[in-house]
């Protein structure tokens, strides 16, 4: 019988070269194994992470295969195999190279944390790291005393097809990474990786977590209530004491800012199935705190998309002006929306109007959905016949502290224009997932820029100069506003803003994103221009 097993042989070393092609194939099949072996790729894991997901034919640990997923660290050009981030990765690696040329001081790498592909986030991802890019773009302008280069971590999905912790590892392994922005969304995944980070004394200034109990001491201020939320959570206890500081309003002072828009009680709160969700298992309670309690709960399976017509149906039950409190992920707001519209067409609909009112996740409409579904759904919904005559209304929390130029923000002109520089699309601000990023990304710049140009940059430093953003002359000079901390690490000093989303118009003069016109307290209602 023949053998199963295959001789090797290594090419003659007293020959001044090899005399063939197949020698020279042979020759580098050794070297790399010495190498592989001398370097301890000795496990079937590190050869996996070794061999998959890499930019080029050699072998490089530093992004890797989870599930159906490309996640790991990159610092650019390589997109982990995603189209839609390919322009900005690109621009990254671009500004990773030029850094050094910009700033005169010690150089700083600052790491980037985000899912690139969970459902959850949708295309607002892209418009996460655009806002990351632009905030290192301005980074290293006028002024800078530190040449800022990013490494992004894409930790892939939360169910499946992602390593959240093997990336945030990989991060924290790196001895040059001085600060991290992003980390997430909300998410039990999010509060490891976060006390990952907080091991290797590296500070986080998140930009879209917005859940109570994601904070340095569970937000107790806020008095939460975790009993609806999946048991086993770690967030409940604060996570990553001393490290972690968020720019994104939490979900408690958006409820209250919508209670102070919103004054009657809500006829429902329509709110998904479980409490794996610390978004919305967090948010529930202060909303029905809110208004008093025992306020009726419509539930909803997220897994199933055929429970939101069923909700329209219940609520347009009604024969009145009715109110919904939307508590869940803005991902089947859309199908909410349209469903209503449908139920009237259908002459299904007995209620006057409906007044739809969610926190923040409700930015997602104004931005075009990476699923054609979604973005079927979403544009349905916003042209609809009942959106646009206004018995059916969408009211929501700003994630961030502005969507456009106002007073309150002077520095929006830098950020725009730093986004057109950049070679972005406008159109992606909408959502203000951008914003928030570039925010996160200047919280860090404005600590490297108190620091001395000539000293190497310390995790320590960096961590005490933000904590030391804390009163209004101490504020760091975001694109939404000025951002200050209180002792937990929330963003304090500003009320998030509530505002009305308005119909899909054709007017030639309107945003590249959909519109909103501010709803402020005491007032009614406002109408949208037409």
Not at 128 to 142: D, F, I, K, P, Y
Not at 233 to 258: E, L, M, P
Request: aromatic share 8%; net charge negative.
């Amino acid at each position: 019988m023949a053998s199963r097993y295959r001789l090797w042989v290594i090419p003659r070393l007293d020959r001044p070269f090899p005399r063939r092609w197949t020698d020279w194939v042979r020759l580098a099949v050794v070297v790399v194994l010495v190498v592989l072996a001398g370097a301890g790729f000795a496990s079937g894991e590190t050869l996996h992470r070794a061999f998959t997901c890499n930019e080029s034919w050699l072998p490089d640990t530093a992004a890797w295969q989870a599930g159906d997923r490309c996640v790991g660290l990159s610092e650019g050009p390589y997109a982990f195999d995603l189209d839609a981030f390919s322009q900005v990765f690109g621009v990254i690696d671009a500004q990773n190279r030029a850094a050094a040329d910009e700033c005169p001081g010690s150089p700083a790498t600052v790491g980037v944390l985000l899912t690139m592909t969970d459902q959850l986030a949708g295309s607002r991802a892209v418009h996460e790291l655009e806002g990351m890019a632009v905030g290192q773009r301005r980074a290293n302008s006028t002024g800078c005393l530190h040449p800022m280069q990013l490494v992004i971590g894409q930790i892939g999905d939360y169910q499946r097809n992602g390593d959240p912790l093997g990336v945030a590892r990989a991060m924290a392994a790196r001895a040059d990474v001085v600060a991290v922005a992003g980390i997430g969304l909300s998410h039990q995944s999010t509060a490891e990786v976060a006390e990952v980070l907080a091991a290797a004394g590296i500070p986080m200034v998140s930009d879209v977590v917005t859940a109570e109990g994601f904070d340095q001491d569970g937000s107790k201020t806020d008095t939460p209530d975790f009993t609806g939320c999946d048991k086993g959570n770690s967030y409940a206890d604060g996570i990553a004491s001393d490290y972690i500081y968020r720019v994104g309003f939490r979900v408690a002072v958006q409820v209250q800012a919508i209670g102070a828009v919103v004054t009657g009680r809500p006829d429902f709160i329509m709110v998904p199935v479980g409490g794996s969700d610390p978004y919305t298992c967090t948010t529930l309670p202060f909303l029905q705190r809110q208004y008093g309690g025992n306020l009726i709960e419509v539930k909803f399976d997220t897994s199933e998309p055929s429970t939101v017509p069923q909700t329209a149906k219940r609520v347009c039950s009604t024969v009145k002006d009715v109110t919904i409190a939307y508590i869940a992920r803005g991902r089947d707001l859309g199908r909410l929306l349209y469903s209503l519209d449908e139920a009237y067409a259908n002459g299904q609909c007995a209620a006057t109007s409906v007044t739809v009112v969610s926190t923040s996740d409700g930015n997602r409409l104004r931005t075009v959905e990476s699923d054609p579904a979604l973005e079927d759904l979403r544009t349905k919904a916003l042209s609809s016949k009942t959106f646009v005559d206004g018995r059916v209304r969408l009211l929501f929390t700003l994630v961030a502290g502005a969507d456009g130029p106002h007073a309150s923000n002077p520095n929006w002109t830098v950020f725009e224009q730093a986004y057109r520089d950049a070679g972005f699309d406008i159109a992606h601000v909408g959502d203000g997932w951008a914003v928030n990023a570039y925010d996160a990304v200047t919280t860090i710049d404005t600590a490297l820029r108190s620091l001395p140009a000539t000293s190497p940059v310390r995790r320590s430093q960096v961590n005490a100069t933000i904590s030391g953003f804390s009163a209004p002359d101490a504020a760091v000079p975001g694109a939404g506003g000025p951002i200050i901390f209180d002792n937990s690490g929330n963003r304090t000093g500003q009320t998030p803003q509530v505002v009305r989303l308005c119909p899909v118009t054709t007017s030639v003069d309107r945003p590249p994103y959909v519109p909103t016109v501010e709803a402020r307290p005491g007032e009614s209602i406002p109408q949208c221009v037409r």
